[in-house]
């Protein structure tokens, strides 16, 4: 079966950073683009960053461009979510999940437990 393991959250200050990192084991391939998606209490999930399956295309929402940077190793089956200048907006629990396509960003429907991010103010 497919299992997807997100580590790496905590609790930091704002202007702080994480280093988020997604495990996949399993029956699971390489070569989906992957999201790192997350959500807040009360709101919808809401993708962050995106990457294709060689890393060409990436994509990232307006509220932490240039303060997020995604990356993937296919080889060790990880992904990856650098988070820089956090703020207490960014709190929230956070999901690693393949994609269908790097153009429509739309999950597969494979999550994790996620991992919480929370930044105090």
């Known amino acids: 079966q497919v299992q997807l393991a997100e580590s790496g959250g905590g609790l930091v200050q704002a202007g702080g950073s994480l280093r988020l990192s997604c495990a996949a084991s399993g029956r699971t391939s390489s070569m989906y683009p992957m999201g790192w998606f997350r959500q807040a209490p009360g709101k919808e999930r809401e993708l962050v960053a995106a990457?294709?399956?060689?890393?060409?295309?990436?994509y990232y929402a307006d509220s932490v461009k240039g303060r997020f940077t995604i990356s993937r190793d296919n080889a060790k089956r990880t992904l990856n979510l650098q988070m820089n200048t956090l703020k207490p907006e960014d709190t929230a629990v956070y999901y690693c999940?393949?994609?269908?396509?790097?153009?429509?960003?739309?999950?597969?429907?494979?999550w994790g437990q996620g991992t919480q991010v929370t930044v105090s103010s």
């Open positions: 999940a393949p994609l269908i396509s790097i153009v429509t960003m739309k999950p597969l429907g494979y």
């Open positions: 990457i294709s399956w060689n890393s060409a295309s990436i």
